[in-house]
């Protein structure tokens, strides 16, 4: 059991936001930055990843706007398209990008009573494969279409620059050697065994936060009731100083 602000029941004395995401890879911001805008929110605990800068014409804007609805025939190309208001599996974000963002920042919009968003360690599933195991397992992208969008080989565990990338999403990541057929089939019948193995965050009150270390953990969804009008915005972040 942990002792930081937002998992399930505890509370902290002095936040300590580096701290809490070094150590729990993630930082839960309670009513945070009421009356700014996500981007200029984002901009004061960190460095924002301006998409639209990076890549003109992306279909993932800077700001994305979450809502909750019923699934999309057509694009698939977001997990509201293809699992509606069921239980999102745990992910990281845009892991078929050859980089993926390092942290992602939802902040609520509107709330909906019981929803949650789960925070997994990546070291979970590291510990499953092994360190070894996990950067043996190759995968690529779904659909490589474009210059941020690897259309490359993607190791579920590699090395970067020093630090540590663990990507995983069951719908845009496709098997690219037999031991990534064998993760992807581990993972994707396991998932409800994880469930246990996260921590839950709610985002039920309008500007209530989370940060999320993408390279180290993946998060998950529960459920949204169906007469449930939920709305997250997200942002990615490049650094996060707290
Ligand atoms: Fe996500």
Same mark, same amino acid.
């Given at each position: 059991?942990?002792s930081r602000? $937002? ?10 936001y580096?701290?809490?995401l070094?150590k ?12 700014l805008?996500?981007q200029?929110?984002g901009a004061t605990? $960190?460095k924002?990843l301006?998409v639209?800068?990076l ?5 993932v804007p ?16 977001r ?5 509606g208001?069921?239980r !999102?599996?745990?992910h990281?974000?845009?892991a078929?990008?050859a ?5 992602l ?5 509107n ?13 979970y599933?590291i ?5 070894a195991g996990?950067?043996r397992?190759l995968?690529?992208?779904?659909n490589?279409?474009s210059?941020?969008?690897?259309? $490359? ?6 090395d ?7 990507r995983w999403?069951?719908e ?7 031991s990534?057929a064998?993760?992807r ?27 999320i270390?993408?390279w180290?953990?993946l998060h998950?969804r529960t459920?949204v ?5 939920r ?8 650094? !996060?100083h707290?």
């Amino acid at each position: 059991m942990c002792s930081r602000v $937002g998992c399930e029941g505890q509370t902290l004395k002095a936040p300590d936001y580096l701290r809490d995401l070094e150590k729990f890879g993630s930082v839960y911001l309670p009513k945070w930055c009421e009356g700014l805008s996500l981007q200029d929110a984002g901009a004061t605990i $960190g460095k924002v990843l301006n998409v639209q800068e990076l890549w003109p014409g992306a279909a993932v804007p800077t700001v994305q706007r979450l809502e909750a609805r019923e699934p999309a025939a057509g694009s698939g190309r977001r997990y509201s398209d293809i699992y509606g208001r069921k239980r !999102f599996p745990f992910h990281t974000d845009l892991a078929q990008w050859a980089i993926p963002p390092r942290y992602l920042l939802l902040r609520c919009v509107n709330g909906a009573v019981g929803v949650r968003t789960g925070v997994l360690d990546a070291a979970y599933f590291i510990n499953i494969f092994g360190r070894a195991g996990a950067k043996r397992a190759l995968f690529r992208s779904r659909n490589p279409i474009s210059s941020i969008s690897s259309g $490359g080989i993607l190791p579920l565990l590699e090395d970067k620059g020093g630090r540590e990338i663990f990507r995983w999403d069951p719908e845009f990541l496709l098997p690219a050697n037999a031991s990534a057929a064998e993760v992807r089939d581990k993972i994707i019948k396991g998932e409800l065994s994880f469930i246990n193995q996260a921590e839950y965050f709610s985002l039920l009150q309008p500007n209530d936060a989370l940060v999320i270390d993408n390279w180290r953990y993946l998060h998950c969804r529960t459920e949204v009731p169906g007469d449930a009008e939920r709305v997250i915005e997200r942002i990615y972040l490049t650094e !996060f100083h707290g």
